[in-house]
């Protein structure tokens, strides 16, 4: 009986341990996967941060490159778009100096003699006219200069349709009369002429108005030839104040009779100061655009012409800084 007891003791014992060798085992194999596990999920979260890090770092190149290669594109911007937008138009533009007639050695008129007038109270003005304009993309090159200039449009015609259309969407304009010149090989459909009788010119002027309703002045496209005749010029601004239009002489020959006509009707005569781009090379467009507004600083007030060609357009935009000194203005709040 005694025997029997100790044998089952020791099967016991012998059972416990195997249970305590399994238990073991478990646990440690349980510790093993628990402690992979745990591994194994901080090395994947750290491959996931590292290729989350090279995602952001690679994205952010790219906005970089992007963003350099758009400065790149966008520093001549201006000048390039302005270039694209007036290609089209102003490839037949050789030179602006046929205000002056068809002469290549035109000299320009010395400008009219003005009173040395500071002022000191508020900044001196200068209006900027732009002659010539007669198609969309002068419009828009003008406009992309964000910068009050006037533009005066030349009347429609076969050649351009749609000047007092694109003029009808521009709050102040001007209009760019041709008028007979001494010489001149390319002059405009229905040019005023010195022969032509009060009643034309009257009827001219009246059609311009119902064409550009909104016109508060013109100035004359060549017209060395008109200007100069006292009696055409007492029929023009005769037709003109019955339409309450106001005359702004380009001042194209310095035998302008203007002067005389405005005084006799009790008006202020006006007139341009400075030609930008009598000759179109853009270092010599900058110089005039200087020369304009000393005038302006000397007088108060100055008017300077140019075209809707590049480098007008360029030189202008180029300028913006100098223009700091004056107080830019449309023609109607010259004074």
Avoid: C
Avoid at 228 to 257: H, K, P
Wanted: hydrophobic share 35%; aromatic share 6%.
């Amino acid at each position: 009986m005694t025997k029997r007891k100790k044998h089952s003791s020791h099967n016991s014992s012998k059972i416990l341990t195997y249970i305590a060798w399994t238990l073991a085992l478990i646990a440690l194999i349980l510790s093993s996967l628990v402690a992979g596990y745990y591994f194994g999920y901080e090395a994947a979260k750290e491959d996931i941060l590292k290729k989350s890090k090279y995602e952001k770092e690679k994205r952010l190149s790219m906005l970089q490159k992007l963003e350099e290669a758009s400065l790149k594109k966008e520093i001549p911007t201006v000048n390039s778009r302005l270039k694209e937008v007036l290609k089209k138009d102003t490839k037949d533009y050789a030179t602006a100096s046929h205000e002056y007639d068809d002469e290549p050695l035109a000299k320009p008129p010395k400008r009219v003699h003005r009173e040395i007038k500071r002022v000191v109270s508020q900044k001196p003005k200068l209006a900027i006219i732009m002659d010539d304009v007669s198609v969309k993309s002068h419009v828009n090159a003008i406009k992309s200069l964000g910068l009050p200039v006037t533009m005066s449009f030349l009347p429609p015609s076969a050649a351009r349709p749609n000047s007092a259309k694109l003029a009808s969407n521009e709050n102040i304009y001007m209009v760019h009369l041709p008028m007979e010149a001494q010489n001149f090989s390319a002059e405009e459909p229905d040019t005023l002429r010195i022969s032509d009788s009060q009643q034309k010119i009257s009827q001219r002027i009246k059609d311009l108005k119902n064409l550009f309703p909104k016109v508060e002045y013109i100035n004359n496209h060549t017209g060395s030839k008109f200007t100069s005749n006292e009696i055409a010029m007492n029929r023009l601004v005769f037709a003109l104040r019955q339409q309450n239009i106001g005359f702004i002489d380009s001042r194209t020959t310095a035998e302008t009779q203007a002067p005389k006509v405005m005084k006799n009707y009790g008006l202020s005569y006006v007139a341009r100061d400075v030609f930008l781009d009598h000759q179109m090379d853009k270092r010599y467009i900058k110089t005039q655009i200087k020369k304009a507004i000393k005038l302006a600083k000397l007088h108060g007030t100055a008017i300077a012409i140019g075209h809707p060609h590049v480098n007008t357009i360029m030189a202008l935009n180029e300028s913006k800084k100098l223009f700091n000194e004056v107080e830019l203005v449309y023609i109607n709040k010259l004074n």
